[in-house]
């Protein structure tokens, strides 16, 4: 089953708008990573967030994790029009959850992102 | 020039045939990936193997085989046991851990005539 499902499934906004996507997932984690994916195209890391961690950065992406909630969100800053593609998260379930030695990711449906220049 | 390479891109295959998608990485990567994707789904699991000679089934194994003889590769083979094939497939390798960053190849879309 799947264990992150995104939300919302679709987003359009015009360009040099924020946008925001969420991931809400089921068990306890090991880390949580989100990937880009244009269309027809493989999927491209863009930040990893650990289970201990509460938020992070990377150029105009920001990344916050929030445990308790089990869910995290993806915010990208003044999007431009190659910001367009599916965004994915993908969680790592803990080892606790695993059994010491399965911890493989488990991508959700993903949300897709249009920027409207 | 590092990476992971499918191919080929697009494969075309008549029902009861099998057919072998190939997947190669030269960033020395212990693990690699077989995932599907479905129009506007995510990614579900095909196969995965950590080491040389050893491969493990994910959670859509049925009709499909792998083989992992070479660290650097690692091909899906789509049986005709398959019922429902045509999808995009994707490769991916990570450095050691299943818990690690992947990074994924261009994909292969198979279409099932």
């Known amino acids: 089953s799947q264990q992150g499902e995104e939300d919302p499934q679709a987003l359009s906004i015009q360009e040099g708008e924020n946008a925001t996507m969420n991931c809400s997932y089921k068990t306890s984690i090991n880390n949580l990573q989100w990937y880009r994916q244009n269309s027809g195209r493989g999927l491209v890391h863009l930040i990893l967030i650990r289970s201990n961690e509460r938020e992070k950065h990377s150029g105009r992406l920001r990344v916050t994790l929030d445990t308790s909630k089990k869910s995290s969100s993806l915010l990208i800053t003044a999007s431009r029009a190659a910001d367009t593609a599916s965004y994915f998260c993908?969680?790592?379930?803990?080892?606790?959850?695993?059994?010491?030695?399965?911890?493989?990711?488990?991508f959700g449906t993903g949300t897709r992102l249009t920027i409207i220049p | 020039d590092g990476g992971i390479t499918q191919s080929p891109k697009y494969l075309f295959r008549k029902e009861g045939q099998n057919v072998t998608l190939s997947c190669e990485q030269n960033l020395n990567h212990d693990a690699m990936y077989w995932y599907r994707q479905d129009p506007g789904q995510g990614l579900r699991l095909i196969y995965y193997s950590q080491i040389v000679n050893d491969f493990q089934k994910g959670d859509i194994a049925e009709g499909y085989s792998v083989s992992r003889e070479k660290k650097e590769s690692f091909p899906l083979t789509v049986t005709s046991a398959q019922k429902n094939p045509t999808a995009f497939y994707l490769c991916?390798?990570?450095?050691?851990?299943?818990?690690?960053?992947?990074?994924f190849g261009p994909g292969t879309r198979l279409t099932v005539l």
């Open positions: 991916a390798s990570s450095m050691v851990g299943l818990a690690d960053t992947q990074y």
């Open positions: 993908a969680t790592s379930p803990s080892q606790l959850v695993s059994n010491f030695g399965n911890e493989k990711l488990t």
